[in-house]
């Protein structure tokens, strides 16, 4: 039961200090996971991160994975609702204020210094998942084309993952 609390709380702490998306809080909770619950190794998790981005549906559905890993399918209950319970709470509360016709200027403010905090995490999760890759020069050539296509518009993030599985399994078979 301890460890379904423990898993619930990191979730919810992870939950509460994400800004922009899922993928900006990779680090930090690869921190949690690995280094400092020691649940999972580094490269189990690397795999659930990819799973998650794989699969159709939300992408942070590799929390339920790792909450599974750890307890079984109530660990990935304690980890779900860690993940998603308190944000839920909250924007239920946001969304009240800003549905209305005047929001209040500090959400627009809010939002507003949002985006530069978003860019950094974006940053260090892309750098966090991608250590590891930067010594061999196929994956990293990979990972700056798709990066390119991706801010010149030129290619959905659908397509980026599935033009990068591709190259991967060709570069495998070569």
């Keep these: 039961m301890e460890i379904l609390f423990k898993l619930f709380f990191t979730f919810a702490y992870l939950d509460i200090i994400s800004f922009g998306g899922a993928a900006s809080m990779i680090p930090e909770m690869e921190r949690q996971v690995v280094i400092v619950n020691g649940w999972m190794t580094h490269q189990e998790f690397f795999q659930a991160v990819a799973l998650g981005f794989l699969v159709p549906g939300p ?49 627009k403010q809010f939002h507003a210094a949002c985006s530069p905090v978003t860019i950094g995490l974006m940053a260090s999760a892309a750098w966090s998942l991608g250590q590891n890759l930067v010594g061999d020069i196929f994956y990293l050539i990979v990972c700056l084309l798709v990066a390119v296509l991706n801010a010149r518009g030129l290619l959905s993030p659908a397509k980026s993952v599935i033009l990068a599985v591709a190259l991967g399994l060709l570069h495998t078979l070569i």
């Design 59 to 107: 992408n942070m559905l590799y929390v339920l994975h790792i909450g599974n890993h750890v307890a079984g399918w109530q660990g990935a209950l304690a980890a779900g609702f860690g993940m998603f319970g308190p944000t839920c709470l909250l924007l239920a509360g946001v969304a009240s204020l800003a549905g209305k016709a005047h929001p209040p200027a500090w959400i």
